[in-house]
């Protein structure tokens, strides 16, 4: 269900375009660094499972999923700040009815924020390559996700003790509507602990789901 019921105009269609392909070219000097990193003996990153084992496999996958959603949230709550806002994210809040663009239609300075924890994570922790390629791409999804301007989960995600704790697209179009709240990329813990949920927001949810 549309989210909100207007759709964007072609012009907010274009702008994002533009910003999201200046995203992925910083994107991909990020890999290029990476790469590079490794080549030089800089980095954990590891290529055989076998080396740390399945158990921990997992867990670096879990805890880098987490690490980022902290640091997302605490670099996007600081993006809101007064003065950095008009100069930087107020480029991503142009969007006030997101699309699956908006979700790296970003001013350069942010995006190269957002990946500032990469080439540190990377030589502080061991990371298999693929653990990298799955959080590259749970990333990109719960990002488009958050941004659809469509509601994709069910009715009953409130009712589920997980789903209270669960990112979704109503949980960031708020973000978007409502600007200094919901600030988190994978999860809403940080927001319902630090006190930045929008208060409405399971109700809200709920309502839409109504209207389905």
């Known amino acids: 269900l549309k989210i909100q019921s207007a759709f964007p105009t072609n012009i907010q269609l274009i702008s994002e375009i533009l910003y999201s392909t200046s995203t992925m070219l910083i994107f991909s000097f990020m890999v290029i ?126 009712s589920y003790r997980l789903g209270k704790f669960i990112f979704s697209s109503t949980f960031h179009n708020l973000h978007h509507s409502s600007v200094n709240c919901n600030y988190g990329l994978y999860l809403i813990i940080w927001d319902d602990l630090l006190k930045t949920l929008h208060e409405n927001y399971k109700d809200y949810y709920n309502q839409i789901k109504l209207d389905s």
């Open 33 to 158: 660094l990476v790469l590079y990193l490794n080549q030089i003996g800089y980095t954990k990153i590891y290529f055989n499972i076998g080396d740390y084992g399945i158990i921990y496999f997992i867990s670096s996958l879990v805890l880098i999923m987490l690490i980022h959603d902290l640091y997302f949230y605490l670099s996007h709550r600081m993006m809101h700040n007064e003065r950095i806002f008009p100069i930087v994210h107020s480029v991503h809040h142009r969007s006030t009815n997101p699309t699956p663009w908006t979700a790296f239609s970003i001013h350069p300075i942010e995006a190269i924020i957002q990946l500032a924890w990469i080439p540190f994570i990377i030589m502080l922790l061991p990371l298999h390559y693929y653990v990298l390629m799955i959080w590259s791409f749970n990333m990109t999804i719960f990002n488009i996700i958050g941004h659809l301007g469509f509601e994709i989960f069910p009715k009953q995600l409130m």
